[in-house]
Each structure stands twice: as C-alpha cells, then as structure tokens.
C-alpha cells in the first residue's frame, strides 16, 4: 500500500538508468515517485510520472529538498515527518533548483565524512532520506567518543552487478572508509573492463584518498575475535537502528540477494522496509548511512598536504594486500 503522507519527487534527473533507481527507491518506502523532468527524461522512459513546476511548488505538504547544501540540517535529526510532504531529489551534477530550495520548508543532508568522494548517488541518496525521514523513530543516540576507532570493517557479499557494486563502493567512500573487502564471486568487479576507468584516471589529477579495494575469495573467514554482522532485509535480527553495527573488530557483511552462507556465530540486522526490498546500492546505502550514524562522525577533516618520510598513514599502506585495487574519488562519483 502507498504511503500516503510523502511523495518522492526527481528534479532534474537527467540518467534514465538513475530515474528507475529511483522509482524503485520509493517501492521500497511504499511511496509515489514522480518527476520534474527538464532534462527529456519521458523521451527515454515513456511511462515516466511527472510534476510540472506549479504542481511540485504547490504540494500536497511541505517540500523537504535534500541535497548536501551548506547549511542543510542533518537527515539523522530531521525524522520522522508528521505531514504529507513532497521529498525532493536533485541532479546528478547540479543537485536540486533553486526555486525548490527556496521554497523548501528545510534541507536536509546526508553527512558525508569521506574524503574525495562527498556525494552519493542520487538514487542511494533518496533512500536513505525516506529511511530517516519516514522511520526515523526509537533510534538510538550517535556515538561520541573516539569514533574512528570503532569504524567496522566491510565486506560487499557477492554482488550481483558491477554498477550496483560501484555505487555501493561509492557509498562506502562517501561514508568514510577508506578500504572495502569485495567477495567477487559473480566476477562483476576484479578483472572486468570498466568503461569509465581509462578516463577517470586521466581525469584524477592526484592520487589522493583512494578506496581500496581488497578481493575476499569464496574462503573468506572473519578475523580471529571477530563479530560478524551481516545486514539485509530478509535476515532474521533486530531492527538496524537497534543492532550494534559499530565497534573494534567488527566486520559489517552485505550480501547481494540470499547465495551468501554466513558462517556459525554470525549475528544480523535486519533492514525494515515497507515495501519491496530495493536493489543493492540502495541497500548497502541505507545500511552504510545507519553504521556512520552509530560512529557519529559528522563531517570530513580538510584533508592536509602529504608528509615526508614514513608517517602512520604511509606506514599502513606497506600493508596494503598486493592484489588490492585502487579505486580514485573520481572514478567513483560516475556511479
Ligand atoms: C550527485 S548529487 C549532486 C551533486 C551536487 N551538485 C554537488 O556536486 O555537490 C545528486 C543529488 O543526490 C542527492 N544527494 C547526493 N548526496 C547527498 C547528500 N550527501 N546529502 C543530501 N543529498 C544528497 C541530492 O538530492 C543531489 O541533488
């Protein structure tokens, strides 16, 4: 059943491939979706909904624009909504009009603490604002002290398809990792062409802040100690909200779909949709933004020009596994 007290609304969106995300973004919440369409999106995809200007300014409800502009409240503090409202999303490149944020009654954003990458796709972006601002009650208070230090690991579980696994590699920048583990074992990631990579790299004027991108073979294990949790909508645990998602030598698992055994001991979070569970980047999106939650870091330190000679960092990076792949900011933000 649609929820009646929100609509999703696309300004601008211009990627077919991003419009159907979308609309699946709002199956997941029980929502409508529909769009201002400047950007000949109906050309692409005939049954597109669509709002002209007037009927997106004039409501049902508030307009909530949740786009990362300077000011925006943060999303984990903005739910849950009490009236129908229409949530608005933005552009790929240009993020949402003007005419909408003035009219917005808030903005909302998603606090991005990565460095490099301070965006996430359009699509994730608009699930985890319904996730926060449809259901955002009984949620526990974000962790202060020394966050960092509790950032869990992450291992991507078998996904499925490479853009949905490059949007969710995306994510996990965004959010603040700096390596994530890939068990590739539907070859969509580690040994593929990748279309946009020739040009991202030459693009990438630095090699600053890249994700890296570690394989996790069919025998992956979780480290000696370790607390494995592994989220999904149709795993039997807690609530994500409630689940302890966060803490040293813990390791966050997503799987893509059901083919992933988790191993004896492993403990889950389930993520509570109201609708028809979403594709993967939506998932990992919703799940990544809940984990930099319970860390409660909220915005990415100015990144300071590299030393010399062996600093910590530096020091890290002779660990770095040999067969790690090396995933620049710029590459990411094409998906
Ligand atoms: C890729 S973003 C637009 C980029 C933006 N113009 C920029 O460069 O900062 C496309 C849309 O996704 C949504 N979005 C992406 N990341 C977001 C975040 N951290 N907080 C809120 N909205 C976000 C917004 O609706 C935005 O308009």
Same mark, same amino acid.
């Given at each position: 059943?649609?929820?009646?007290?929100?609509?999703? !609304?696309? /300004?601008?969106?211009? *990627?077919?491939? *991003?419009?159907?995300?979308?609309?699946?973004?709002?199956?997941?919440?029980?929502?409508?979706?529909?769009?201002? /369409?400047?950007? $000949?999106?109906?050309?692409?995809?005939?049954?597109?909904?669509?709002? /002209?200007?007037?009927?997106? @300014?004039?409501?049902?409800?508030?307009?909530?624009?949740?786009?990362?502009?300077?000011?925006?409240?943060?999303?984990?503090?903005?739910?849950?909504? %009490?009236?129908?409202?229409?949530?608005?999303?933005?552009?790929?490149?240009?993020?949402?009009?003007?005419?909408?944020?003035?009219?917005?009654?808030?903005? +909302?954003?998603?606090?991005?603490?990565? =460095?490099?990458?301070?965006?996430?796709?359009?699509?994730?972006?608009?699930?985890?604002?319904?996730?926060?601002?449809?259901?955002?009650?009984?949620?526990?208070?974000?962790?202060?002290? %020394?966050?960092?230090?509790?950032?869990?690991?992450?291992?991507?579980?078998?996904?499925?398809?490479?853009?949905?696994?490059?949007?969710?590699?995306?994510?996990?920048?965004?959010?603040?990792?700096?390596? !994530?583990?890939?068990?590739?074992?539907?070859?969509?990631?580690? $040994?593929?062409?990748?279309?946009? %990579?020739?040009?991202?790299?030459?693009?990438?004027?630095?090699?600053?802040?890249?994700?890296?991108?570690?394989?996790?073979?069919?025998?992956?294990?979780?480290?000696?100690? $370790?607390?494995?949790?592994?989220?999904?909508?149709?795993?039997?645990?807690?609530? @994500?909200? =409630?689940?302890? @998602?966060?803490?040293? *030598?813990?390791?966050?698992?997503?799987?893509?779909?059901?083919?992933?055994?988790?191993?004896? $001991?492993?403990?889950?979070?389930?993520?509570?949709?109201?609708?028809?569970?979403?594709?993967?980047?939506?998932?990992?999106?919703? !799940?990544?933004?809940?984990?930099?939650?319970?860390?409660?870091?909220?915005?990415?330190?100015?990144?300071?020009?590299?030393? %010399?000679?062996?600093?910590?960092?530096?020091?890290?990076?002779?660990? +770095?596994?040999?067969?790690? /792949?090396?995933?620049?900011?710029?590459?990411?933000?094409?998906?």
């Amino acid at each position: 059943m649609l929820n009646p007290s929100a609509r999703l !609304v696309g /300004d601008g969106v211009e *990627n077919p491939a *991003n419009a159907e995300a979308l609309a699946e973004a709002a199956r997941m919440f029980a929502v409508p979706c529909s769009f201002r /369409d400047s950007r $000949g999106l109906a050309g692409h995809l005939p049954e597109l909904s669509t709002v /002209d200007t007037a009927a997106l @300014l004039g409501g049902p409800g508030p307009l909530i624009a949740v786009d990362n502009a300077p000011g925006a409240e943060s999303v984990y503090r903005a739910g849950p909504l %009490r009236t129908a409202a229409s949530i608005v999303v933005g552009n790929e490149r240009r993020g949402i009009r003007p005419d909408v944020l003035r009219a917005a009654a808030k903005t +909302v954003q998603i606090p991005m603490p990565g =460095r490099g990458v301070n965006t996430l796709n359009v699509a994730t972006a608009a699930a985890v604002a319904l996730y926060y601002l449809l259901d955002a009650h009984g949620r526990r208070n974000a962790r202060a002290p %020394r966050p960092e230090s509790h950032r869990p690991a992450l291992l991507l579980a078998a996904p499925r398809d490479h853009v949905e696994a490059g949007s969710s590699l995306r994510s996990a920048a965004a959010f603040g990792w700096q390596s !994530v583990a890939v068990d590739d074992r539907e070859k969509v990631w580690f $040994g593929t062409p990748r279309p946009v %990579r020739t040009e991202a790299r030459a693009a990438a004027r630095s090699h600053r802040n890249p994700l890296r991108v570690v394989p996790a073979g069919d025998a992956w294990s979780p480290p000696p100690g $370790g607390r494995v949790v592994v989220c999904g909508p149709d795993v039997d645990g807690p609530p @994500l909200h =409630r689940a302890e @998602l966060t803490g040293p *030598n813990t390791v966050l698992v997503i799987p893509d779909g059901d083919g992933w055994e988790p191993g004896p $001991g492993t403990g889950f979070a389930r993520v509570a949709l109201p609708g028809v569970a979403g594709r993967y980047r939506l998932l990992t999106g919703i !799940v990544l933004a809940e984990a930099a939650r319970q860390l409660g870091i909220r915005t990415a330190a100015v990144p300071r020009p590299p030393r %010399r000679g062996l600093s910590y960092g530096s020091g890290l990076d002779l660990t +770095v596994p040999p067969d790690a /792949d090396l995933v620049e900011p710029w590459e990411l933000t094409r998906y």
